[in-house]
């Protein structure tokens, strides 16, 4: 049974820092994994999206990398913003079916 | 587009209602699922339709929750009777090619059962 664990659950830093969080998986023999942001009373918005023959996604600040061998994905958050302030969460594909495995986020803020 | 629609936002309800919560996925998804997000538990998938056939409801607690989709631009997921451990938010999401997992969340609905 595929288990997605994200540490550590909550993390602050000031403003200008550059930062990494942690996503892990049971299983390795996943199709992609993803990394949403959730804003306090909204929904998730997709980030990045690493296919399991990727190494790494970048989009603007943010950098995701996986190893699939060792069941493990990262998020770099270059130059932090009070605007980063959120929770991340990463999710892997049930086998080769669309619904998402979720771990339970990351709650990051990014003091002034 | 607007992207996915859910309503209501909040929902207060006593324990024992029926409660009723609506999606409109966005125009030409083929994908629409359900999730409930606990702060226990996290975010979970409860049900996903494609092509507006159930796939996998194996999510779905028990009989007290159902969910249907009679066309491709509506879908609802009702709980009765509704009981407090219900609480929670309920997001639907929506995508064009389920194998690609480019979900679009909305809103969600926030639960509280009394």
């Known amino acids: 049974k595929q288990e997605v664990t994200q540490i550590p659950a909550a993390l602050s830093v000031p403003e200008g820092e550059n930062l990494v969080l942690n996503c892990s998986f049971t299983?390795?023999?996943?199709?992609?994994l993803q990394w949403f942001r959730q804003d306090p009373g909204k929904g998730l918005t997709s980030l990045l999206l690493?296919?399991?023959?990727?190494r790494e996604q970048t989009s603007g600040r943010l950098n995701a990398s996986l190893d699939k061998s060792s069941g493990r994905s990262t998020l770099y958050i270059a130059a932090s913003q009070p605007g980063d302030s959120a929770t991340y969460l990463c999710?892997?594909?049930?086998?080769?079916?669309?619904?998402?495995?979720f771990g339970k986020g990351t709650k990051l803020s990014v003091k002034p | 587009d607007a992207g996915v629609i859910q309503s209501p936002r909040h929902e207060v309800t006593e324990m024992g209602q029926e409660v009723t919560l609506r999606c409109k996925p966005i125009?030409?998804?083929?994908?629409l699922f359900w999730y409930r997000q606990t702060m226990m538990r996290g975010l979970e998938l409860l049900i996903y339709?494609?092509?507006?056939?159930?796939?996998?409801d194996s999510g779905m607690p028990e009989d007290r929750f159902s969910a249907k989709m009679p066309n491709a631009s509506f879908s609802t997921l009702k709980i009765q009777p509704s009981e407090p451990r219900d609480s929670a938010v309920y997001f639907c999401?929506?995508?064009?090619?389920?194998?690609?997992?480019?979900?679009?969340f909305g809103a969600g609905t926030r639960l509280s059962v009394l």
């Open positions: 999710a892997v594909p049930r086998g080769s079916q669309g619904n998402l495995i």
């Open positions: 999401a929506s995508s064009w090619d389920r194998a690609k997992n480019i979900q679009y």
């Open positions: 690493i296919q399991s023959s990727q």
């Open positions: 339709f494609n092509n507006n056939v159930p796939i996998d």
């Open positions: 299983d390795s023999a996943i199709y992609n």
């Open positions: 125009s030409g998804h083929n994908s």
